[in-house]
C-alpha cells in the first residue's frame, strides 16, 4: 500500500509538474509528497527526477518508470471500474497512435462522439505516420495502414476495419501541359511527388490488363506526408499514389483525375492493433468496436 502511495505521488508530481499541485491533487500537503517520493527513490536506488529551484525533469530511469506508473494505475482504475456494482464503463487511459493524415481527416471527428458514450475513459492520441513499437512506447492500441494485412509481430492481434487502394492521379493542368501517359512505364519520365513511407520505396506496382507491373520513378518531391504529396499535385506539379480516404474528394470535384484507370493501385487494409493479452482491456474492447462500426461503410469508397 505504501508503494502504491509512492506511485500515485511520483505520477501526480510528474503530471502537473509541482509538488504543491501534486498535493492539491491527491488532496494532502507537500512534505508528504516530497517524503513519498524520497521513499520511492531510495527503495529504487535510483533517482527519478532531477530537482531545480525553477523546475522538475524527469531522469532517463523515471521517465521509463513514470510510463510503467501511469499503465499501472490506469489498469488499476480498469480494474476497480469493472468490479464496482455502480458502474460497468471502461475507464482509465486509452493512449492511441494513428496515421497523421487519417487520423485528421476520419478519426479526429469521431472522436467527440466516443467520449459521449464512455465519459470514464481518457483519450492520450498521437498521430505519427511512423510506425510504433506498441509495447515499448507504452501505446494500447494503433491503428495502421499497409497494402498488405501483416503484423510485424506474433505478439500483436490486429482487427481489420476498413478497406481502400492507391490511386495513381494528378491536375488536369499538368496532364495538359506534360508528356502523355499511355503505359504505365511512361511514368518514369514524369514528375512524381513521393510519399516517403511507401512500402515500395520509388517503385510502383500496379495490377494492370496483363497481371503484375512495376515502374521505377524519379521523385521530384520525396515527403513524409501524404497532405504535401497532393498539395504538391493540386499545384499542378506532378503525379501521386495515394489512398482514396486522401485524394477521393479531389477526384469527384475534378480537381484530379484518375491516371490509367485500368492499372489498379495497391488494395490497402485499415486495421486496429493491439498487444496481445489473455485479458483485453475493456477500454480498448469498446474502442475497436467503436471504430469497426464507424467505418462499415466509409465514405471514401
Excluded at 506498441?134 to 494503433?142: I, M, P, Q, R, Y
Excluded at 467505418?295 to 471514401?300: A, H, N, S
Aim: with cysteine; charged share 20%.
Amino acid at each position: 500500500m505504501d508503494q502504491l502511495r509512492q506511485i500515485q505521488a511520483f505520477t501526480a508530481v510528474v503530471q502537473s509538474g509541482s509538488f504543491v499541485k501534486a498535493a492539491d491533487r491527491l488532496g494532502t500537503s507537500k512534505a508528504v509528497v516530497s517524503r513519498l517520493l524520497q521513499e520511492l527513490e531510495t527503495q529504487l536506488g535510483t533517482r527519478l527526477l532531477n530537482r531545480t529551484t525553477r523546475r522538475l525533469s524527469l531522469t532517463d530511469s523515471g521517465r521509463d518508470y513514470f510510463e510503467r506508473c501511469r499503465q499501472i494505475l490506469d489498469d488499476l482504475a480498469e480494474a476497480n471500474a469493472a468490479a464496482s456494482a455502480t458502474s460497468t464503463q471502461p475507464a482509465g487511459r486509452l493512449k492511441i497512435n494513428a496515421p497523421l493524415t487519417f487520423g485528421n481527416l476520419h478519426l479526429a471527428p469521431l472522436w467527440g462522439e466516443f467520449l459521449k458514450v464512455y465519459p470514464l475513459v481518457e483519450l492520450d492520441l498521437t498521430l505519427s505516420d511512423r510506425v510504433v513499437d506498441l509495447v515499448e512506447e507504452g501505446f494500447d492500441l494503433a491503428i495502421r495502414i499497409s497494402a498488405a494485412a501483416s503484423l510485424p509481430s506474433s505478439s500483436l492481434v490486429a482487427r481489420p476495419l476498413s478497406s481502400d487502394r492507391a490511386i495513381l492521379c494528378a491536375s488536369p493542368a499538368y496532364l495538359q501541359r506534360a508528356r502523355p501517359i499511355e503505359r504505365l512505364a511512361d511514368l518514369a519520365e514524369h514528375s512524381v511527388m513521393a510519399y516517403t513511407y511507401w512500402s515500395g520505396g520509388d517503385v510502383w506496382s500496379f495490377d494492370g490488363p496483363q497481371g503484375r507491373e512495376s515502374v521505377t520513378t524519379h521523385p521530384r518531391l520525396r515527403a513524409n506526408s501524404g497532405d504535401t504529396c497532393r498539395a504538391a499535385a493540386l499545384a499542378d506539379q506532378g503525379i501521386v499514389l495515394q489512398p482514396g480516404f486522401l485524394v477521393g474528394p479531389d477526384l469527384k470535384a475534378g480537381r484530379l483525375q484518375e491516371i490509367l484507370p485500368l492499372h489498379r493501385g495497391p488494395a490497402l487494409t485499415i486495421q486496429a492493433v493491439y498487444p496481445s493479452r489473455k485479458h483485453l482491456s475493456g477500454k480498448v474492447r469498446v474502442m475497436v468496436d467503436f471504430l469497426a462500426q464507424a467505418f462499415k461503410q466509409p465514405g471514401w469508397l
